[in-house]
């Protein structure tokens, strides 16, 4: 891969040229958090998520999740996309591409010691309650 050279004031290359969106950034903890909802076919507890100004999520984990330990444990930033499969194209898949609720579905890449989520919304899908 080649070296990627960018100015203080230009924005990343997957920004810039392939239109990825900051969405959030998710930090695990092993600490209850207030507000907290539980993904039951994740084993996975979320909170701040909507509270939060910055899109800062708190994840906790049930000791039989099934997500990768390398999620469960890794601070990681995650991109809305347009086309979660051209975005994970030749990149390291950690785990498979899931569907944490209705009309959303993510993928966890990584590039080097970082870990990046995709996420795709088909905005059809999601209930009416959470648009």
């Known amino acids: 891969m080649s070296k990627i050279f960018r100015a203080d004031h230009q924005p990343p290359q997957v920004v810039a040229r392939e ?49 990768p330990k390398i999620i469960q444990t890794t601070v990681h930033i995650a991109f809305e996309v347009d086309d979660i499969n051209s975005a994970i194209r030749g990149r390291q898949l950690i785990g498979e591409i899931s569907s944490p609720s209705p009309g959303v579905r993510v993928a966890m890449i990584s590039d080097g010691d970082v870990l990046i989520e995709v996420m795709e919304f088909d905005r059809h899908r999601i209930p009416a309650a959470q648009k």
Do not use: C, K, N
Request: charged content about 20%.
């Open 19 to 67: 239109g990825w969106r900051y969405h959030h950034i998710g930090i695990p903890t092993d600490q209850s958090r207030p507000g907290e909802r539980l993904i039951a076919h994740l084993g996975m507890w979320v909170s701040g998520f909507e509270t939060s100004p910055y899109g800062i999520e708190w994840m906790r984990f049930e000791l039989e999740s099934p997500i």
